[in-house]
């Protein structure tokens, strides 16, 4: 049973039916960000130090995020600083959520009166997600699926994806599961450590596609749409006619495309022939679920 909703005010405005973008690492939830950022009435946040601290906290030790309404109040006050609209609040932001925003200076990136709705697209708030259905009730959540061997060569050629892959991510304290690096068992705790890097690619995108089908059995159909990355580049019309009926707002779909934007397929040219064989052997079944043949 879900607890009663809480109400949030922020800037003195009620936060009713919060967005939440979700995905894998590199999985378009930037692009997305950067069109719900310029919605009309939408202040979305990437990144925040506030979220940032308390998603990867919880993606790192499972068990914070089980401890009930605790866990819940923490991520709805960070939810609830990131939101708050004050000269010089995009100081901190992150340089895409800055950009994506159009911030010259300190901000703020949004105006008090001009806001009706707040959204978050903070990385890997996937690891999240179970809690911030207990903070916000009502929330909508908007996940992002991608080809995994496109994201395993987008996460090879970004120093901060591959920070997370050093051996001392698995110490003697580390909790198991643990889905954020997409181990299972301590017992696996030497074989992940030898792992090439793209396997160990491939292991957190396999991770969070589960998490994801997992949300289609906790949340109703009307609080949770699913978009490819691939229906964004394709047919980006098409997929934000889409997004902006499930969000009842328009999401314009000019705002998405402020640089390149990875093409679809391109792990093949990318990915050296081992490193993709690895990944397609971590992620067969997952990539088989989803279509990526």
Not at 93 to 101: K, L, T, Y
């Amino acid at each position: 049973m879900r607890p009663p909703t809480h109400i949030l005010v922020v800037n003195g405005i009620k936060v009713r039916q919060p967005v939440f973008v979700l995905a894998a690492p590199h999985s378009g939830a930037d692009l997305l960000a950067r069109a719900l950022k310029r919605s009309p009435g939408f202040h979305l946040t990437m990144g925040r130090p506030s979220v940032a601290h308390v998603v990867y906290a919880f993606a790192r030790r499972p068990s914070i995020a089980a401890r009930g309404m605790g866990a819940t109040r923490v991520l709805r006050d960070a939810m609830a600083e990131a939101w708050q609209i004050l000269p010089g609040a995009c100081r901190d932001c992150s340089a895409p959520c800055r950009e994506a925003g159009g911030v010259i200076g300190d901000g703020p990136c949004a105006a008090v009166g001009a806001v009706a709705r707040f959204g978050d697209a903070t990385p890997d708030l996937i690891y999240s997600a179970s809690v911030l259905l207990q903070a916000f009730p009502d929330a909508r959540f908007v996940q992002l699926i991608r080809d995994g061997r496109d994201v395993a060569a987008d996460m090879l050629a970004d120093p901060a994806a591959l920070s997370w892959f050093k051996p001392v991510m698995l110490s003697e304290e580390t909790e198991f599961p643990n889905p954020f690096l997409g181990v299972n068992s301590a017992e696996h705790r030497d074989r992940w450590k030898a792992m090439p890097t793209a396997g160990k690619c491939a292991l957190r995108w396999r991770s969070a596609v589960r998490l994801s089908a997992g949300l289609h059995k906790e949340l109703p159909r009307e609080q949770l749409l699913t978009l490819r990355y691939e229906d964004l580049v394709s047919s980006p019309a098409e997929a934000l006619e889409g997004l902006s009926a499930f969000l009842e707002t328009r999401v314009p779909r000019v705002a998405m495309y402020g640089r390149s934007v990875p093409k679809v397929g391109a792990w093949r040219t990318r990915l050296r022939g081992q490193d993709a064989e690895l990944v397609e052997k971590v992620a067969r079944e997952e990539l088989g679920r989803l279509g990526y043949r």
